[in-house]
């Protein structure tokens, strides 16, 4: 089984909606058997709480129900999870001071047909309509990390 972590800041906003949508595409590819995510934040701000009301109802908008907490990347995510995939330059140097020994850290855009390398903007000060453009840069970017993925471990 491939574990995949994705991390953000306060793994309210970006992070449980990749997670969400890699989920929903997984199960769409019949690809559970496979693979497996989580996600988490670098910061303690929200440990516990569930999703930005605007990211639920942006999944939901989408046809995606999604419950989770929020979690705090630690050291023994950095051991179980095979890929760590920030969604910013600062949450990739976080994760990279962790020593992430045996894993791969990859940021979320480096996937994008779009955009490689850039960042997906944090929506969480912004209006509903941030969350709707941080969906569609999280959905064509793990359509391409899962045909990565499939390729590197399904071949």
């Known amino acids: ?8 800041l306060g793994n309210i906003c970006r992070s449980p909606m990749a997670q969400a949508i890699f989920e929903h595409q997984i199960k769409e590819a019949q690809l559970e058997d496979h693979f ?3 996600s988490a934040g670098t910061a303690s701000y929200h440990i516990g709480a569930p999703p ?3 990211t639920l109802s942006t999944l939901k908008g989408h046809g995606i129900l999604f419950e989770n907490q929020a979690h705090q990347v ?10 760590l ?7 990739f140097l976080h ?16 996937f994008d047909p779009l955009e490689k390398n ?17 969906f569609e840069i999280l959905n064509r970017s793990i359509k391409v990390l899962i045909l990565t993925l499939k390729e590197k471990h399904l071949s």
């Open 118 to 134: 850039g960042d997906v903007p944090d929506p969480y000060y912004g209006q509903h309509d941030g969350f709707e453009g941080v």
């Open 1 to 8: 089984m491939v574990k995949v972590l994705f991390v953000c």
């Open 36 to 38: 497996k995510a989580q």
């Open 74 to 83: 630690n050291a023994t995510d950095i051991d179980r999870y095979d890929y």
């Open 52 to 54: 930005d009301s605007r």
């Open 85 to 91: 995939i920030a969604m910013d330059h600062q949450n």
């Open 95 to 110: 994760l990279q001071n962790m020593s992430p020994v045996g894993s791969v850290l990859i940021k979320m855009r480096d």
